[in-house]
Protein backbone atom coordinates (compact mmCIF):
# COMPACT_ATOMS: atom_id res chain seq x y z
CA UNK A 1 0.00 0.00 0.00
CA UNK A 2 0.99 3.85 -0.63
CA UNK A 3 -0.32 7.05 0.04
CA UNK A 4 -0.76 7.48 -3.68
CA UNK A 5 -2.03 4.62 -4.52
CA UNK A 6 -4.88 4.82 -1.78
CA UNK A 7 -5.16 8.67 -2.73
CA UNK A 8 -6.02 7.77 -6.81
CA UNK A 9 -8.51 4.54 -5.58
CA UNK A 10 -10.54 7.32 -3.48
CA UNK A 11 -9.79 5.63 -0.72
CA UNK A 12 -8.70 6.48 3.41
CA UNK A 13 -5.68 5.69 5.77
CA UNK A 14 -6.02 5.95 9.28
CA UNK A 15 -2.74 5.81 11.14
CA UNK A 16 -3.43 6.02 15.17
CA UNK A 17 -0.06 6.42 17.13
CA UNK A 18 0.12 5.76 20.70
CA UNK A 19 1.47 8.90 22.15
CA UNK A 20 1.04 8.38 25.43
CA UNK A 21 2.04 5.15 25.83
CA UNK A 22 4.78 5.50 23.27
CA UNK A 23 5.90 8.97 22.92
CA UNK A 24 9.42 7.96 20.97
CA UNK A 25 7.92 5.30 18.91
CA UNK A 26 4.94 7.74 17.39
CA UNK A 27 7.29 10.80 16.74
CA UNK A 28 9.15 8.07 14.89
CA UNK A 29 6.29 6.82 13.17
CA UNK A 30 4.58 10.09 12.58
CA UNK A 31 7.98 11.35 10.94
CA UNK A 32 7.88 8.32 8.64
CA UNK A 33 4.12 9.30 7.54
CA UNK A 34 5.24 12.84 7.48
CA UNK A 35 8.33 11.56 4.70
CA UNK A 36 5.48 9.57 3.16
CA UNK A 37 3.47 12.66 2.39
CA UNK A 38 5.94 14.42 1.59
CA UNK A 39 6.97 12.03 -1.30
CA UNK A 40 3.03 11.91 -2.76
CA UNK A 41 3.42 15.22 -2.72
CA UNK A 42 6.24 15.09 -5.49
CA UNK A 43 4.82 12.30 -6.62
CA UNK A 44 1.96 14.28 -7.55
CA UNK A 45 3.67 17.93 -8.64
CA UNK A 46 6.02 15.65 -11.07
CA UNK A 47 2.98 13.99 -12.44
CA UNK A 48 1.06 17.16 -13.20
CA UNK A 49 -2.07 15.47 -11.01
CA UNK A 50 -3.66 17.72 -8.09
CA UNK A 51 -5.96 14.48 -6.69
CA UNK A 52 -6.99 16.72 -3.05
CA UNK A 53 -5.77 14.84 -0.20
CA UNK A 54 -6.84 15.55 3.54
CA UNK A 55 -4.81 15.06 5.73
CA UNK A 56 -5.96 15.61 9.86
CA UNK A 57 -3.67 15.65 12.36
CA UNK A 58 -5.63 15.55 15.54
CA UNK A 59 -2.43 15.91 18.34
CA UNK A 60 -0.45 18.24 16.41
CA UNK A 61 2.06 18.26 18.97
CA UNK A 62 3.01 15.14 18.25
CA UNK A 63 3.85 15.54 14.64
CA UNK A 64 5.19 19.67 15.17
CA UNK A 65 8.81 19.49 13.63
CA UNK A 66 10.54 21.39 10.67
CA UNK A 67 9.76 18.43 8.86
CA UNK A 68 5.78 19.17 8.61
CA UNK A 69 6.33 22.70 7.57
CA UNK A 70 6.87 21.46 3.88
CA UNK A 71 3.69 19.69 3.75
CA UNK A 72 1.71 22.52 5.12
CA UNK A 73 3.66 25.27 3.31
CA UNK A 74 3.60 23.83 -0.11
CA UNK A 75 1.00 20.80 0.21
CA UNK A 76 -1.36 23.33 -1.07
CA UNK A 77 -0.02 23.54 -4.69
CA UNK A 78 0.21 19.39 -4.97
CA UNK A 79 -3.73 19.23 -3.57
CA UNK A 80 -2.76 17.88 0.10
CA UNK A 81 -4.92 20.30 2.64
CA UNK A 82 -3.86 20.34 6.24
CA UNK A 83 -6.11 20.27 8.93
CA UNK A 84 -4.12 20.67 12.30
CA UNK A 85 -5.65 20.05 15.78
CA UNK A 86 -4.06 21.09 19.03
CA UNK A 87 -5.27 21.88 22.72
CA UNK A 88 -3.11 25.15 23.17
CA UNK A 89 -0.34 26.96 20.73
CA UNK A 90 1.98 26.23 23.71
CA UNK A 91 1.41 22.63 22.89
CA UNK A 92 3.25 23.40 19.57
CA UNK A 93 6.38 24.63 21.28
CA UNK A 94 6.74 22.27 23.65
CA UNK A 95 9.83 20.33 23.96
CA UNK A 96 11.26 22.63 21.51
CA UNK A 97 14.49 24.83 23.77
CA UNK A 98 14.71 27.24 21.02
CA UNK A 99 12.69 29.53 18.37
CA UNK A 100 9.30 28.00 19.90
CA UNK A 101 7.21 31.23 19.10
CA UNK A 102 9.33 31.41 15.80
CA UNK A 103 7.79 27.74 15.15
CA UNK A 104 4.79 28.87 16.19
CA UNK A 105 4.77 32.15 13.93
CA UNK A 106 5.70 29.69 10.96
CA UNK A 107 2.38 27.00 11.62
CA UNK A 108 -0.14 29.76 12.12
CA UNK A 109 1.24 32.01 8.78
CA UNK A 110 0.44 28.51 6.84
CA UNK A 111 -2.95 27.87 7.96
CA UNK A 112 -6.06 29.77 6.47
CA UNK A 113 -8.64 28.79 8.27
CA UNK A 114 -9.02 28.56 12.31
CA UNK A 115 -11.63 27.26 14.77
CA UNK A 116 -10.56 28.50 18.06
CA UNK A 117 -11.97 27.01 21.22
CA UNK A 118 -11.78 28.14 24.72
CA UNK A 119 -7.97 29.24 25.89
CA UNK A 120 -7.19 28.67 30.26
CA UNK A 121 -3.93 30.15 29.58
CA UNK A 122 -3.90 34.34 29.09
CA UNK A 123 -0.73 34.11 26.76
CA UNK A 124 -2.51 31.52 24.57
CA UNK A 125 -5.82 33.62 24.26
CA UNK A 126 -3.44 36.83 23.97
CA UNK A 127 -1.67 35.13 20.93
CA UNK A 128 -5.05 34.28 19.11
CA UNK A 129 -7.14 37.38 19.73
CA UNK A 130 -3.48 39.30 18.27
CA UNK A 131 -3.80 36.96 15.31
CA UNK A 132 -7.38 37.57 14.60
CA UNK A 133 -6.65 41.62 14.40
CA UNK A 134 -8.10 44.61 15.73
CA UNK A 135 -10.77 47.15 14.23
CA UNK A 136 -11.32 50.70 14.42
CA UNK A 137 -13.86 51.15 17.54
CA UNK A 138 -14.76 54.24 19.31
CA UNK A 139 -13.71 54.88 23.06
CA UNK A 140 -16.21 57.03 25.40
CA UNK A 141 -15.09 58.62 28.21
CA UNK A 142 -17.06 60.26 30.98
CA UNK A 143 -16.57 62.85 33.46
CA UNK A 144 -18.20 62.71 36.73
CA UNK A 145 -17.78 64.94 39.88
CA UNK A 146 -18.46 64.19 43.80
CA UNK A 147 -21.85 65.43 42.74
CA UNK A 148 -22.40 63.70 39.91
CA UNK A 149 -22.52 62.87 35.63
CA UNK A 150 -21.22 66.46 34.44
CA UNK A 151 -22.19 65.91 31.16
CA UNK A 152 -19.15 66.09 29.67
CA UNK A 153 -16.87 63.30 27.80
CA UNK A 154 -14.39 62.43 25.26
CA UNK A 155 -14.64 60.14 22.38
CA UNK A 156 -12.10 58.96 20.40
CA UNK A 157 -10.84 56.40 17.31
CA UNK A 158 -8.83 53.18 18.76
CA UNK A 159 -8.17 49.82 17.50
CA UNK A 160 -10.00 46.86 20.04
CA UNK A 161 -9.74 42.98 19.68
CA UNK A 162 -12.42 41.41 17.37
CA UNK A 163 -12.30 38.73 19.86
CA UNK A 164 -10.87 39.44 23.10
CA UNK A 165 -8.77 37.31 25.17
CA UNK A 166 -11.54 37.54 27.93
CA UNK A 167 -14.20 36.48 25.07
CA UNK A 168 -12.19 33.67 24.06
CA UNK A 169 -11.05 32.68 27.91
CA UNK A 170 -14.81 32.99 28.02
CA UNK A 171 -16.13 30.60 25.43
CA UNK A 172 -18.10 27.46 27.04
CA UNK A 173 -18.10 23.95 25.46
CA UNK A 174 -18.61 23.41 21.83
CA UNK A 175 -18.48 27.51 21.38
CA UNK A 176 -15.67 29.24 19.33
CA UNK A 177 -14.69 31.89 16.96
CA UNK A 178 -14.86 30.41 13.42
CA UNK A 179 -11.71 32.72 11.62
CA UNK A 180 -11.38 32.58 7.78
CA UNK A 181 -8.01 34.78 6.68
CA UNK A 182 -9.12 35.00 2.80
CA UNK A 183 -12.55 36.99 4.10
CA UNK A 184 -10.80 38.54 7.30
CA UNK A 185 -13.82 37.38 8.56
CA UNK A 186 -14.57 36.19 12.37
CA UNK A 187 -17.87 34.01 13.06
CA UNK A 188 -18.86 32.73 16.63
CA UNK A 189 -20.25 29.36 15.99
CA UNK A 190 -21.73 26.78 18.10
CA UNK A 191 -20.68 22.92 17.02
CA UNK A 192 -23.61 20.64 16.48
CA UNK A 193 -23.67 17.81 18.98
CA UNK A 194 -23.39 14.19 17.50
CA UNK A 195 -26.24 11.24 18.40
CA UNK A 196 -23.69 8.55 17.98
Excluded: W
Excluded at 40 to 60: H, P, R
Excluded at 127 to 145: D, F, P
Excluded at 162 to 173: F, N
Aim: net charge positive; with cysteine; charged share 20%.
Amino acid sequence: MTLLDTLEKGGIVYFCLPALEFPSMSQTIGRLIINDLKATMAQQLGNNKKNKLYAIFDEFSVFAGEQILNVINMGRSAGIHAVLSTQTLSDIAAGRKENGDHFINQVVGNCNNFILHRQNSPDDAEKLAEMIGTTNTLEYTAQVSQTGPTHMGTVRRTRGFIAHPDEIKALQTGEAFFFAKENNKVSRIKARRSKI
